[in-house]
């Protein structure tokens, strides 16, 4: 794994280059995957993605090997309680946004039938390639507005594009990056 030439963001880790070259960028349209991968985006912030991804296994205990309706129904004590788990971001205002979120999401349910779909629209429903580097789009700011109109939090245009690279919504490998490569070949 170690011989491909990456993104310059993925350090030699063996758990960031698998996520890099299994994962990022590959496009994700099942529902709880794509909640997931949003909230996670938002425990990232001021943090490096690799923090996040090695605590995703205990996220993944917590909050998301439930339904997003169960996550929604956690009281306040609840995710108290989870912040003393070292295992986590122990950050009560990231920890409540993931609850939060799970409530924002149940809410847009009663109005978006395919959440994934009303995601993907702010793409056109395709993938879409950047190859210059970039920190926010036009998208993800419209997504973000969008996003907090309904209540969600830590989805800011910064988070929200690291969401939209992470699922697929927008392919930014760098242009030296073997799966950039990969893709100009298809």
């Known amino acids: 794994m170690t011989d491909k030439t990456r993104c310059a963001w993925c350090t030699a880790d063996s758990l960031y280059m698998h996520y890099h070259d299994v994962e990022w960028g590959k496009p994700i349209h099942d529902e709880h995957a794509l909640f997931e991968q949003l909230c996670l985006e938002g425990q990232q912030a001021g943090l490096s993605w690799l923090t996040v991804l090695k605590k995703r296994a205990c996220y993944r205990a917590h909050f998301f090997q439930y339904p997003i309706a169960h996550i929604a129904t956690l009281?306040?004590?609840?995710?108290?309680?989870?912040?003393?788990?070292?295992?986590?971001?122990?950050?009560?205002?990231?920890?409540?946004?993931?609850?939060?979120?799970?409530?924002?999401?149940?809410?847009?349910?009663?109005?978006?039938?395919?959440?994934s779909a009303w995601l993907w629209s702010f793409v056109d429903h395709q993938t879409q390639y950047?190859?210059?580097?970039?920190?926010?789009?036009?998208?993800?700011?419209?997504?973000?507005?969008?996003?907090?109109?309904?209540?969600?939090?830590?989805?800011?245009?910064?988070?929200?594009?690291?969401?939209?690279?992470?699922?697929?919504?927008?392919?930014?490998?760098?242009?030296?990056?073997?799966?950039?490569?990969?893709?100009?070949?298809?």
């Not at 989870?82 to 109005?111: E, S, Y």
């Not at 700011?141 to 989805?155: E, M, N, R, T």
């Open 75 to 115: 009281s306040d004590q609840e995710v108290l309680q989870k912040c003393t788990d070292a295992g986590l971001i122990r950050h009560l205002g990231k920890l409540k946004a993931i609850r939060d979120n799970a409530m924002a999401w149940q809410n847009l349910k009663c109005t978006e039938a395919n959440i």
């Open 130 to 186: 950047h190859n210059e580097p970039m920190t926010s789009s036009i998208q993800s700011q419209q997504l973000s507005k969008a996003l907090k109109k309904q209540g969600f939090k830590f989805v800011g245009p910064t988070i929200c594009y690291a969401f939209m690279q992470a699922s697929g919504m927008v392919s930014s490998h760098d242009q030296h990056c073997w799966l950039a490569q990969h893709a100009r070949d298809k």
